[in-house]
Every structure is written in C-alpha cells, then in structure tokens.
C-alpha cells in the first residue's frame, strides 16, 4: 500500500514534471546560446557558411532569451517560438546531412528538443513559473 500511495502523489502532480522539463530544457538552451556567443567559430563550422553572421546572431540570442522565457516560465509560448526555427535549421540543414545513429546524436538531439519546443508551443508553461511565485508570495505576505 506504501508503494502505490507513493506513486500517487507524482500522478496527481505531473504539471510538476512537465515543469522540471521545461525549466531544464530552458535553461540548457540559454547556456547553449551563451556557449554560442563565446565561441562563434563553433556556430560557422556547423552552419559551413562563415559569410551568414545573421545565423549566428539569431542563433545565439535566440537561445539566450528563448531559453531564459522557458526557464523561468514567463512568455512560454514566445520562448518557444522564438527557438523553433532554429532547430529547424539545425535538423534539416545541418544534423539531417550527417544522419542518425553517429557518435555525437546531434540529430536525435535536436529532434528531442524541436518535439519539446512544439509541445511547450502547443501547451504552455505548466504551472511552475515565476509568475506563479511571485503570486503565491504576495498571497501569503
């Protein structure tokens, strides 16, 4: 009985997975795009185009502030969107050349993240953002 009632309290709250995803997937992105700007040699050798600085612009900032929305929870949907044409480029123009099963999985990756940046587009936040925070703060102040 011990065990199913352990199990219980997770399947009534499974906004709290949803939650944790969304904020580690944010925040991995955010430091991906802070990765980006540090070393944008790394963004041209897998763009192959070194004249397309707007790649790596968009690129990076669009995981920066794209994943810091997800992260915190606030404009999922924009957080989202913003990063959804990237991993599109990145799975269709880069990681679909060199195909699945290779030793960095980049394509599986990236697939993994568009299908998460798709379902936070679609779903939303989940329940734990900062906004929420902040509201349950002021509620019991």
């Known amino acids: 009985m011990i065990h199913i009632k352990f199990f219980d309290w997770f399947e009534n709250h ?18 991906r795009g802070l990765l980006f700007m540090f070393d944008p040699q790394t963004l041209t050798n897998l763009a192959g185009e070194p004249q397309n600085f707007w790649i790596f612009a968009y690129t990076s ?15 999922v949907r924009l957080g989202a969107l913003i990063q959804i044409p990237i991993l599109l480029g990145a799975v ?9 099963l290779t030793s960095g999985q980049s394509l599986e990756l990236s697939v993994l993240v568009l299908f998460l940046l798709v379902v936070f587009f679609l779903f939303g936040d989940g329940g734990i953002t900062i906004k ?10």
């Open 14 to 31: 499974i906004n709290i997975a949803y939650s944790l995803i969304r904020i580690f997937l944010g925040f991995a992105l955010c430091i």
């Open 61 to 75: 900032v669009g995981h920066l502030i794209g994943g810091f929305l997800l992260g915190i929870g606030w404009f």
């Open 92 to 100: 269709f123009t880069i990681h679909l050349r060199v195909g699945l």
């Open 132 to 141: 929420s925070i902040f509201k349950k703060s002021s509620v019991t102040n």
